[in-house]
């Protein structure tokens, strides 16, 4: 767009040379703005913090959704194709059900086979700030997605699949897209690819945008201003802000330009230099093979799963709301065995925050590898003598030491029930002092968030945590 | 590995909490030896630039190369295997050169189908760096590739396939290597994942590594070291630098760090943004194909062509050494019809300097959208009323525009005489107060190296395009 160049066209009394102009690279009214909407946590523009559970409540009653599991031969328009046996809407759109399979030199499993999302459309996950009595405020939606515990929870302004915005599907147009794809495209705070859930998705990304506007934002009952420290009082409560707005506001630039982020316990050519090297010293072969005969699972008439009970299953749902504005539908979702726990740890060097890096494997991710939490499994799928690493220092961390915690839901409209614990846990000097395994390394919280914004490195999972992580920072 | 952090383990009189210290992010120590490197260009430590001609011709008697070119009936080991039609080693090694399918809403051509090149294992390309008499040197290797037109170039200090360096081949070890992946690795200065030719590589990526040593390093007849200054000498020259070192040598470090690098004409976030949107905004659907029956594309008895006689032909060779130590061997290499002609427009906006970026799709791409020259095309593939944007501003240009001009080859491990013409040329101001077209954008150099810092964004030609401009800047 001509909107990305500072460059104008030549007016008849412009000299040509003089019309490009440079400017700072960097927006230092983006980081004050920041810095004073975070210190807002009571009271926004439009709603106190504590009247917000009350709107989230109002907004529930208001639409009465319904979600309740069905046969797969309930699905409407959706079947699995002959003979791969992948699961796909008969328009060809939304997205399909197929198998993966993974050959790989590294670690325990040398080959496996699962089923996996393919979607392989971008999507915008979009906020809108605005500022609002002299305070940057956020424009949060009350959304509700069938495989959200309690369904309903805060989201970005915008969500949508291409399909969604272009009018592909015919469906309603998505309310505020304009602000990011279209003409009125304001000034971006942040615009990056970012990958998803690697275990169930394939090769899936993300457009996370946070986009500024000052122009008069129509109001729409489902959505709600909300100020950056409101959001971060929101991020303490299980369940409530949604995974797309957690992945979009780790995007956020840095609230920590203070002199000790010059100073880190490894230096940034070291950090890049260690991701690359788990990224090129394996080889993996990966590819999407059909969802029949995957082998160790099998499918019944409620549900693709594995014969050991263990890692999820596939199932599927029907959607119906009370209110007029949103329709029925019926769709597959995948549905993981127990809870999952997902934590740093957490350690300041020299006064330096840092966190406990894991370079992992997913076999979904774009790149393969991207830097995840220190711990990121659900305990249930492991015996007691396979346990992950760091997984019992998280979990036998005394309660002085959790500087974090709260149970928050994977991407609701393709995962059922797919929550976990969110932790921050302090690491203390015995466990600090010793080199980590060569898959570990500690990485200061700025350079988390230096590659958390060129985007495809810092898997969702630790994205999250990024957020929640800045939520209890100290004021800078 | 545990070099990649800067614990230590605690000894019998630290205590733990004093172990692990924090550093500075950068490292100003390389960016200083780098800056003296730059002004040494007449004489290093081994040769005098005036020499180095002597030294290379001297190393071409020592070996004695042919290459000629064969039938595919006489490559030996390699087969089109049935029912693919997939041009394959017997080992599974190496490479295969199979099809590609793209499908695409973007651009004139909604699909179309070639042959490719197929090498998941990523490589690594790393040059070793040593300061000797207070200067830094690059150990340059005099490397002969079979496409190469004149054979012998200059090259990485090691430029290895997983499978070289880890003797499945079980050819000779490959020298130096231990500086870059094994136990004698020095300090990284760099070390990042870079894309290589998407219209002829299948999302093919090395890496991209600068090691600094303080050993001493076993002297080779084959093998140079040369100052930076002394690099940038030679880059000024046809076919004398081959293209893994021109990658490299684009991943150093900014010798930029002067104040102007703060302001250019488009912010930081928006020139991601732009890239984001051109990675978003359109469908693609790329898979791998059998090679035979490519619609439009024919096998001869010597070569896979296309019926019009457009884009490039898949060939085969046999290459022998009349030195011992170099073996003989067959194998497929892509022609190219034509030179080529890849080049930025430049301009300096407010005295810093800028480069005129095109977000160019190529189907082999990682990512398939990066960051690539203003121009980047084979004039002979195209009829008069459907020239590339801006390619005749560029040919047109007079001389006193062009601030850079040598004919380079590309990877002359599999590519024949893919050769083009290297540009760099003014903008006059007319043309730089355009607003560009969407897909063109002005970047800082500044911006440029750091998004070819990142890795994965900048493509090959614009990195040899960034290492000549380099070679060529004002002294800092």
Redesign the interface.
């Known amino acids: ?2 909107s ?7 007016g008849p009394t412009d000299p ?2 003089t ?9 230092r009214r983006a980081t004050e703005l920041l810095a004073r909407s975070v210190q807002v946590t009571d009271r926004g523009a439009q709603l106190a913090t504590a009247e917000f559970a009350d709107w989230l409540a109002e907004r529930r009653r208001e639409h009465d959704f319904g979600v309740r599991r069905i046969d797969f031969a309930d699905l409407k328009g959706w079947n699995f194709l002959r003979p791969t046996g992948n699961l796909t809407h008969q328009s060809g759109r939304f997205f399909t059900v197929e198998g993966l399979r993974v050959r790989t030199s590294a670690g325990f499993f040398p080959e496996w086979r699962q089923p996996i999302i393919r979607q ?3 999507g ?1 996950l979009g906020i809108l700030v605005k500022e609002i009595d002299g305070v940057l405020h956020f424009l949060m939606q009350a959304k509700m997605e069938p495989g959200n515990p309690n369904l309903l929870q805060l989201s970005p302004t915008v969500q949508a699949t ?1 399909s969604n915005y272009t009018g592909v599907h015919r469906g309603a147009p998505v309310r505020y897209v304009e602000y990011f794809a279209g003409s009125r495209r304001g000034r ?6 970012q990958s998803e859930h690697g275990s169930w998705f394939y090769r899936k990304h993300n ?1 996370n ?1 946070i986009v500024e506007t000052s122009d008069d934002v129509p109001p729409h009952p489902d959505f709600c201003w909300l100020t950056l420290g409101q959001l971060h009082e929101l991020l303490s409560r299980d369940n409530t802000v949604n995974m797309d707005s957690r992945t979009v506001l780790s995007c956020l ?1 840095s609230l920590m330009e203070q002199p000790d982020s ?13 991701l ?2 788990h ?2 010293t394996h ?1 993996w ?1 990966i590819e999407t093979v059909p969802l029949a005969g995957l082998p160790g699972w099998h499918r019944t008439e409620r549900e693709i799963t594995r014969e050991d009970g263990r890692f999820f299953d596939v199932v599927a749902v029907a959607v119906e709301a009370g209110s007029r504005e949103v329709p029925s539908w019926t769709q597959p979702l995948i549905e993981p065995h127990g809870e999952g726990v997902t934590a740093f740890l957490v350690h300041e ?2 006064g ?1 925050p840092h966190v406990l890096v894991h370079a992992r494997m997913e076999g979904g991710l ?2 393969v590898v991207e830097m995840a939490p220190t711990v990121q499994c659900v305990p249930a799928n492991y015996s007691e003598d396979k346990r992950p690493r760091y997984m019992d220092e998280v979990l036998a961390a005394p309660p002085a030491r959790v500087r974090y915690s709260a149970v928050h839901a994977e991407e609701g409209g393709r995962f059922r029930n797919a929550v976990s614990r969110y932790l921050l846990v302090e690491a203390d ?2 466990l ?5 395994p ?1 898959e570990y ?2 990485l ?1 919280v ?2 988390l968030e230096r590659l958390t ?4 490195s810092v898997n969702v999972q630790a994205r999250t945590l990024l957020a929640c992580l800045r939520s209890v920072a100290r004021p800078v």
């Open positions: 767009m001509d990305t160049v500072r460059n104008r066209a030549p040509p040379q019309v490009a102009r440079t400017g700072p690279r960097w927006d392989p459309e971008v915008i291409r971006v705070l942040a615009d990056v690819l457009r945008m630039p010059r100073l880190a316990l490894t230096p940034d050519a070291e950090v890049l230099s260690w690359t090297e990224r090129s080889d072969t060097f020299d330096v774009p790149l000097d015995t600090a002092a010793e080199p980590p060569p390394a500690w200061s700025r350079q914004s060129a985007g495809l």
